[in-house]
C-alpha cells in the first residue's frame, strides 16, 4: 500500500499545550498536505508542503518535512479544545499524472479544557 | 458556494438492495472522487473521474459503479449492497491545478444489514 501513516495514532493533551503528531510515507513526493476531521464531518484541508520546502506555517499550525527520512510532523501550538479532531497526513507521489492523493489512518487528538 | 454535497446523510439497506450516493460540485472541478472510511484504515480511494465522460477505478472498486455525465455530478452506485459496504462514504473534487488539494463532502453513513 502506498498509504502514509500516521504516529501516534491517538494523542491526549491539555489546552495550551503543543500537539505534535508525524507522517512517513513510502516513496518520492510531489507534496504532502495535512487534513482535519471534525467528529461525523468531512476532511477539511489544513496545510500543503512541497517537496523542495523544508517548513511552512499557517496560524498555529506548524509543518515540517524531511524528504531524506520521508517524513513530515504537523504541530499546533497552544492547543484548544476546538482543535479536537482527527488529523490526517495526504501525500501526492511523483509522477502521479492524476493527482491521485494517498491517505493515512490518522491521529485522533483530544485537548481537554 | 455550497461546495461538495452528498445526500443523502444516513442510510440503511438490507442485503442485496441497490442504491445511489449523490455527489454535487458547484466549484467547476474536473476531478472528484470518492473515498469509503472505515475504523483503522483511513480513506481508500474506489472510483474517480477526472472529467465528463471519463472514469476510472481506484483501490477498492468491487461492487460500486459511477458515471459522470455532467462536471458537477458524480454518483456512486451499489449494485447489490453487501454488509462488507457498510461504511461512511465521501465525494471530494479538486481543481486541475497544480495543488491537488481537495475539498470533501460532509459524508454518508451507509449501514447494510
Known amino acids: 500500500s502506498q498509504q502514509g501513516e500516521e504516529d501516534p495514532q491517538a494523542l491526549s493533551i491539555q489546552e495550551g499545550e503543543n500537539a505534535t503528531m508525524n507522517c512517513s510515507y513510502k516513496?518520492?513526493?510531489?507534496?504532502l498536505q495535512w487534513y482535519r476531521q471534525n467528529s461525523g464531518r468531512g476532511l477539511v484541508h489544513l496545510i500543503l508542503?512541497?517537496?523542495?520546502?523544508r517548513e511552512k506555517h499557517s496560524g498555529r499550525l506548524r509543518v515540517t518535512l524531511d524528504t531524506s527520512k520521508k517524513s513530515s510532523s504537523l504541530l499546533i501550538t497552544a492547543s484548544r479544545a476546538a482543535d479536537t479532531a482527527s488529523y490526517f497526513c495526504?501525500?501526492?507521489?511523483?509522477?502521479?499524472?492524476?493527482?491521485?492523493?494517498?491517505f493515512g489512518r490518522g491521529t485522533q487528538l483530544t485537548v481537554w479544557p | 458556494n455550497a461546495g461538495v454535497t452528498q445526500t443523502p446523510k444516513f442510510q440503511v439497506l438490507k442485503t442485496g438492495q441497490s442504491m445511489t450516493l449523490q455527489c454535487a460540485q458547484d466549484?467547476?472541478?474536473?476531478?472528484m472522487s470518492w473515498y469509503r472510511q472505515d475504523p483503522g484504515m483511513g480513506l481508500r480511494l474506489i472510483h474517480y473521474?477526472?472529467?465528463?465522460?471519463?472514469?476510472d477505478q481506484g483501490e477498492v472498486p468491487n461492487g460500486y459503479n459511477v458515471s459522470r455525465s455532467t462536471t458537477e455530478d458524480f454518483p456512486l452506485r451499489l449494485l447489490s449492497a453487501a454488509p462488507s459496504q457498510t461504511s461512511v462514504y465521501f465525494c471530494?473534487?479538486?481543481?486541475?491545478?497544480?495543488?491537488?488539494?481537495?475539498?470533501f463532502g460532509p459524508g454518508t453513513r451507509l449501514t447494510v444489514t
Open positions: 471530494a473534487s479538486r481543481d486541475r491545478d497544480g495543488r491537488y488539494e481537495q475539498y
Open positions: 516513496t518520492s513526493i510531489n507534496n
Open positions: 508542503i512541497r517537496s523542495n520546502e
Open positions: 495526504a501525500t501526492l507521489y511523483r509522477g502521479s499524472t492524476l493527482g491521485r492523493l494517498y
Open positions: 466549484m467547476n472541478h474536473e476531478y
Open positions: 473521474s477526472v472529467g465528463a465522460g471519463i472514469t
